[in-house]
């Protein structure tokens, strides 16, 4: 089996196989980082617009840094243009489900997270997301998010004692974070 960086390399000469191969292998950890970002919401429009983003940059693509980073900045970077976005239409959870079965209490538990990942500010959550979520290792978290790893570690503390907050109802932590989130501490 080739290495990412070997296929990201025949994507740029033009081979669909290899883009498909690495479609396949990061399709889960790309669909479930976009989600995390953006509440589950326009994921397989993002998911696309990634893959687009990659192909018409496969020909800069760097082979000595790791496929799966550059990847990942990508999917951020429009997720982040994504939040910048005006609001969609608020979900309605009264018809997602009504008769209390597992697949509404999945829905419900799904919106909670959710809901306290909307809460952070975005460089918290985007490194919420990418430590706990997508499984990466601080010095990756950093590499994506292009900070260094202290910075990595001050965010996900920070976020941590937030969650906390939130997820015991403390008084005044129930409120969601402001929609302007530059801040990342």
Known sequence: MDADEVLMQAVAAGDGRALAELCRRYERP?????????GGRDVEDLYQD??????????????SRRFSTWLFQIALNLARDWRRRPPPEPIDTAAL???GDVTTAATEATLDVARLLDALPEPQREAVVLRYCQDLDEAEV?????????????????AMARLVQLARGAPGAAAPAPPDRRRGL
Do not use: E
Request: hydrophobic share 35%; charged share 25%.
């Open 30 to 38: 790309l669909l479930h980082l976009l989600g995390r970002q953006t």
């Open 50 to 63: 990634t893959w687009l983003r990659v192909v018409r940059a496969a020909d800069r693509y760097d082979p």
């Open 97 to 99: 489900g009504a008769g």
């Open 142 to 158: 950093a590499d994506v998010l292009g900070c260094p790893r202290g910075t990595v570690k001050s965010r996900l503390h920070h």
